[in-house]
């Protein structure tokens, strides 16, 4: 309680003695300012101190170490706590007037000021001390701290900051204060997507396929429908895709289900699409271990790709200009399902998802989890199909499982038993093996041989009769690279097949690459056969963006053994307005095969349309498409349009209202708030100045989506959001509403005397109807005192009783009753003041 008591007027003598002396003496020689503190990295903080006519600043010993987390503890007359570490103790002795630190003793008689019991120390004497060295600057009242260790407070920020990463990374905040869960519903309209596209060539050939997508909620689940007709071919059942999905993360044993067609892996080479149903005790959220492999692959050239765990959108990436895109994937707990999506840069959406299967499968330390499959195949036998999988973490680090798979077509063997060790040894080192019975035996080792080189080894053995390849040995080694301003990244790949009479070997190196606005992409391979020449290629992308929002894209192909190029093709992209035009031209320059062709895409607000031709001088082709989305509220009776798909998504209806009567609820009487921003991780929101409705889209189905409020973007500064972060769980095919109560406070303010003048560091506490203190706060230098920041209700204001009995001063009035009324731009209660003087001495007992 000592530190809380700040003392309020200052008594030193001019040869700077520790003892009290009159006011004119402390106006006269010294003046007490707040001044700024920077620290290395853009952090500030404030700090009151005391000035000399010399520009000397005296600082508050125990309150600068309370900012900066330095430990400090007050032992009567002391401070002591450690430097830097625990072994580095000192000690603050204020009655011998010395700070002793480890083996050194420093005498502070001639630099120490007390200001009616705050005790205020010379910077120089801090810097000889303990290595803080503040170098203030009269002129603009700051002073910039450096310090010859790390201090606790930038540590703090920093592992902070490294925490906020991965809290970015995992999509969830450190503080939530309000969890807003899933509403469930039996049925409850959705979404619908559709689209429609026609195309037609010069010989009179046409087709038009049609594309309509319906989701809802249906038995507390997602329930997705899909059709796509082609009007020249007769109907056919396998173009209706359906499926429904329920998650559930509270659950214990069963998390995720799912009826529809079946994803993952098969080892039974099953001949068709698998329809059936799911089961797991998988978690759909991400827990990252401590490991990561590479994923590289190619999509179109500048398409932009995103990568999705368990449909958590974790990392994108735009590819280079010859369609290559690389990813660093974090390895996590559990079992994952990794997605991934394509934008095209003009708009397009690739409805088409890549489904990868994950190398890595760790589980946390004694658990188990069990995935069940089943189900149908779509093949001419009606093949019936099984799979249960079980994985168990025997640590954090060593994670087993074993399985068997079903499959009624193969007669010889229906049967096929599979175990799977994923092993993690170090954080840079992860070991994966796995046995399919009668079929392969897979080694795969993932290395980082520094934080930026990637090694992996992938082995695999076939022991099946009727597989010619004997085994695959393959090999990668790649790195991102900083070259002054040449940077991007480098692969090579080695892979042997061997066969019972050769082998067939292929090299591989590739190389992406940017300056500025230049990308670069280099594709060379080789290939040769045991005894065979070697075949070498080479292709080269260029790609470069001008500051009109034109992209150039060029591409060759160039045969080593033969000396010639054999292909160039050029590509043109350019957005005017709302319409994206793309001109592109392929030529061969073996054949005489030419093609030309021209595209043209247009964004509406409900909708994304396109036109397109192509000659290749002996056809002429047209095709023109449509494609948009509508989604269901029946809540504000609104359909919302959109150009992407929004099957399988969800969306928010943020509604932020001025609750003045405090129950959370946008009762009759109560309007909407405008405000300027919201942050939420992973999506963006659109603000209507019509409604005052925040409303996200594009959001995915069971995922928790974190939305903060800053104070900043409310209009009045009365006003508080009730509650800052919000955790949401996205509902399925449907715009959630969730209301956003904001509250008006009010403010209190008054003086602060000592006889006739105003008074400050005084401490002043606000108590509530119960009494207990809900804030404290200081008087300025002048006495002046203000707090803003209270809910509507009953308060009392006080001076600090123990600052008063340490001082032997009483204030009247003793206490302020003050009521906060409701209003919509904050109630302000003034002249709330106190008159300080001395008590009465006791007097002596007969």
Avoid at 229 to 252: A, L
Avoid at 267 to 281: D, E, K, L, R
Avoid at 291 to 308: A, C, F, H, Q, R
Avoid at 604 to 615: D, Q, T, V
Wanted: charged share 20%; glycine share 6%; proline share 3%.
């Amino acid at each position: 309680m000592f530190y809380n008591v700040f003392l309020f007027f200052c008594a030193i003598t001019t040869s700077a003695q520790y003892k009290e002396i009159n006011p004119t003496d402390y106006l006269t020689n010294y003046n007490e300012v707040l001044i700024t503190v920077y620290v290395d990295g853009g952090y500030t903080f404030e700090a009151n101190v005391l000035i000399t006519p010399n520009n000397q600043i005296y600082l508050n010993t125990k309150a600068i170490f309370k900012t900066l987390e330095i430990k400090c503890i007050s032992e009567l007359n002391n401070l002591v706590g450690f430097i830097e570490n625990e072994k580095n103790l000192y000690t603050i002795n204020f009655e011998k007037k010395r700070i002793t630190i480890g083996n050194k003793s420093i005498n502070i008689s001639n630099g120490i000021l007390e200001e009616f019991g705050v005790k205020y120390i010379k910077a120089s004497l801090l810097f000889e001390a303990f290595g803080l060295n503040f170098i203030f600057n009269p002129r603009s009242l700051t002073a910039k701290l450096e310090a010859n260790f790390e201090l606790p407070f930038i540590k703090q920020l920093r592992y902070k900051q490294a925490r906020d990463n991965i809290s970015l990374f995992l999509q969830e905040p450190i503080i939530i204060d309000t969890i807003i869960p899933r509403d469930y519903h039996l049925f409850k309209l959705g979404t619908l997507d559709w689209g429609l596209s026609s195309s037609q060539s010069i010989n009179n050939t046409s087709d038009t396929n049609i594309n309509i997508g319906f989701g809802t909620e249906l038995l507390y689940g997602e329930a997705n429908f899909s059709m796509n007709y082609k009007f020249e071919n007769k109907f056919d059942i396998k173009n209706i895709n359906y499926g429904w999905r329920w998650i559930n993360n509270d659950h214990k044993f069963i998390k995720q289900a799912n009826i529809g067609r079946i994803s993952g892996p098969s080892y039974s080479f099953a001949n068709g699409n698998i329809v059936g149903a799911s089961i797991n005790n998988s978690s759909n959220t991400v827990r990252k271990t401590s490991g990561s492999y590479m994923i590289t692959d190619t999509t179109e050239p500048n398409w932009t790709v995103e990568l999705y765990i368990n449909d958590l959108l974790i990392d994108y990436t735009q590819a280079d200009a010859a369609g290559l895109y690389v990813f660093k994937v974090p390895i996590v707990y559990g079992y994952t399902v990794i997605k991934l999506k394509f934008y095209g840069p003009l708009g397009e959406e690739r409805t088409e998802e890549r489904i990868k299967n994950t190398p890595y499968t760790f589980i946390q330390k004694k658990r188990l989890n069990y995935s069940l499959n089943t189900g149908i195949v779509q093949d001419s036998l009606s093949s019936r199909f099984a799979k249960i999988n079980l994985n168990y973490g025997v640590s954090n680090s060593l994670s087993i499982a074993g399985g068997l798979e079903y499959l009624s077509s193969n007669l010889n063997q229906p049967f096929i038993p599979f175990t799977k060790v994923s092993y993690q040894p170090y954080s840079n080192l992860v070991l994966n093996f796995e046995y399919i019975y009668q079929k392969t035996l897979t080694g795969l080792l993932n290395f980082n041989l520094t934080k930026e080189i990637f090694v992996e080894v992938d082995y695999t053995k076939n022991m099946a009769e009727n597989i010619n390849q004997l085994g695959v040995l393959a090999v990668d080694i790649s790195t991102p690279f900083h070259i002054k301003s040449f940077q991007g990244f480098t692969k090579l790949n080695f892979q042997t097949s061997k066969y019972p009479s050769f082998s067939y070997n292929q090299f591989n190196w590739i190389l992406s690459s940017y300056i500025q606005k230049l990308k670069i992409n280099l594709n060379s391979s080789a290939n040769w056969a045991s005894g065979n020449t070697l075949e070498m290629n080479s292709n080269l992308g260029l790609g470069y963006r001008m500051k009109n929002g034109i992209a150039l894209t060029s591409s060759t192909n160039y045969n080593v053994n033969q000396n010639k190029f054999k292909n160039i093709d050029i590509n043109l992209q350019i957005r005017i307005l709302k319409i994206n035009l793309e001109a592109s031209y392929q030529g061969s320059l073996i054949s005489k095969y030419n093609s030309v062709s021209l595209r043209a895409n247009y964004d509406l607000p409900f909708a994304r349309a396109g036109i397109s031709s192509s000659y290749n001088g002996s056809s002429l082709n047209f095709s023109e498409r449509a494609q948009g989305s509508m989604a269901f509220n029946l809540d504000d009776g609104i359909v919302h349009t959109g150009k992407n798909s929004a099957l399988g998504k969800g969306g928010l209806l943020l509604h932020p209202f001025l609750d003045l009567n405090g129950n959370s609820k946008l009762d009759k009487g109560e309007r909407k708030i405008l405000l300027s921003a919201i942050k939420i991780a992973g999506a963006k929101a659109v603000i209507s100045k019509k409604d005052s409705i925040v409303r996200v889209f594009d959001l995915n189905a069971f995922v928790n989506y974190t939305i903060e409020f800053s104070a900043n973007s409310l209009d009045n500064i009365a006003w508080r959001y009730k509650h800052k972060t919000y955790k949401i769980l996205v509902d399925p095919n449907q715009y959630k509403r969730v209301f956003i109560p904001v509250i008006s406070v009010g403010e209190i303010s008054g003086m602060v005397y000592l006889g006739s003048r105003g008074q400050g560091r005084v401490n002043l506490q606000i108590l509530d109807e119960k009494e207990n203190i809900v804030v404290e706060t200081l008087s300025e230098f002048d006495g002046y005192y203000s707090y803003l920041g209270l809910k509507p209700g009953k308060y009392t204001v006080r001076i600090d009783p123990e600052q008063l009995k340490i001082l032997n001063y009483k204030a009247l009035p003793k206490v302020h009753q003050v009521t906060i009324k409701v209003s919509e731009y904050g109630d302000i209660v003034d002249g709330l003041d106190f008159t300080l003087s001395k008590k009465a001495p006791k007097k002596p007992k007969e």
